[in-house]
């Protein structure tokens, strides 16, 4: 079983930066994405970014494409959000998620492990 734990949110003003990290408890085999969700009040939660565990790079969500960089440190078992020119519609509970396989990694329901979230406050 992998717990994962989220930290770095808070509250900001728009057009700050903020990083949030996710830290998982062991490093399983069959982990092979990791990913951040973000959900707002009343609103479904929806993909932000993703990585893999064996491969760089990233893949964004078109809302955040160019503001926000998702790295990884293996041999801290650690995911990391780093959010630049953060914008009112950017405030959520951001989630951090871990699945096996590659694909379908856009979906929630194809994650098996969260985070408890952390919570984003943007101010105008």
């Known amino acids: 079983q992998v717990q994962l734990v989220e930290s770095g949110g808070g509250l900001v003003q728009a057009g700050d930066s903020l990083t949030l990290t996710c830290a998982a408890s062991?490093?399983?085999?069959?982990?092979?994405?990791m990913a951040w969700f973000r959900q707002a009040p009343g609103k479904e939660r929806e993909f932000v970014a993703a990585?893999?565990?064996?491969?760089?790079?990233?893949y964004y969500a078109e809302s955040v494409k160019g503001r926000f960089t998702i790295s990884r440190d293996n041999a801290k078992n650690s995911v990391y959000l780093r959010m630049n020119t953060l914008k009112p519609d950017d405030a959520a509970i951001y989630y951090c998620?871990?699945?096996?396989?590659?694909?379908?990694?856009?979906?929630?329901?194809?994650?098996?492990?969260w985070g408890q979230g952390t919570r984003v406050t943007i101010s105008a």
């Open positions: 998620a871990a699945k096996s396989g590659i694909t379908n990694y856009k979906q929630p329901a194809n994650y098996h492990y």
């Open positions: 062991a490093r399983t085999l069959d982990i092979a994405v």
């Open positions: 990585t893999g565990w064996s491969s760089s790079g990233g």
